[in-house]
């Protein structure tokens, strides 16, 4: 079963592969991992389509692994301020936010590429806003990196749920709870119905990089005292 999964996967993923603004082509680097290396294009004003180069990097050769997206040809100069890391990686979304269950799922490569797309959309509005000065040129809503950012979500989860509700989530997301149970933070409300998604984040984010639960905990150690 899990085979004819990954075999219907490869299948649906060729056929992205093959739209007419996708020119990615699959290879498997010398230590097993999957990349997709090539161009992608995104929709401009006049029905124009611009192309970018892109390597999309998979941690491994199971092509429902969530990959990380580099600029290879140095087109967006890398800088935090614009979402892109100093090896050329596309800070795409906050860890904790990332589409890891998703984007196992079918449609998963077409999802990220959508995501993609939207980012270098962003980037060419970034490059305008810039030139014409603007105190703030990040086109949207951001986030800090690292563990600037994982503090920044959370104290929006914090005002949000408080801090009791909060740690009972956290909590979960190291023995997650069936979606048919009752939601641990209290609501009454199945899980399904309530925090799943939140839940399902943090671990997944967390068993990627074991490091996010340690900022959780710490979190919540140093947000003692707020109700």
């Known amino acids: 079963m899990k085979h004819d999964a990954l075999a219907a996967r490869t299948t ?9 603004h996708v ?19 995104v929709p401009r004003p006049a029905g124009r389509v611009e192309q970018f180069q892109l390597a999309v990097i998979y941690p491994a050769d199971d ?16 800088a935090l301020e614009r979402h892109i890391e100093p090896n050329g990686r596309f800070c795409l979304w906050l860890r904790e936010l990332a589409p890891y269950r998703p984007f196992a799922r079918p449609g998963g490569l077409s999802l990220l590429l959508t995501r993609v797309q939207e980012f270098l959309e962003l980037q060419l509005a970034y490059e305008s806003r810039r030139a014409l000065g603007l105190a703030e040129p990040w086109p949207g809503p951001e986030m800090d990196h690292g563990v ?62 074991p490091g996010g639960r340690a900022v959780a905990h710490q979190y919540l150690e140093n947000s003692r005292g707020i109700r």
């Open 148 to 209: 600037a950012g994982q503090h920044q979500w959370f104290d929006a989860q914090l005002e949000r749920l408080g801090r009791v509700r909060l740690a009972r989530l956290v909590a979960a997301a190291d023995w997650l709870p069936k979606p048919t149970a009752r939601c641990p933070c209290g609501s009454g409300r199945l899980t399904r119905d309530c925090h799943q998604k939140m839940i399902v984040g943090m671990r997944e984010a967390w068993t990627r990089d």
């Open 63 to 78: 092509p429902r692994e969530l990959p990380d997206v580099y600029d290879p040809g140095d087109r967006f100069p890398p």
């Open 23 to 41: 020119t990615l082509t699959r290879a498997v680097d010398s230590v097993g991992r999957l990349i997709l290396n090539g161009g992608l294009g």
């Open 12 to 20: 649906e993923d060729e056929r992205v592969l093959g739209l007419d």
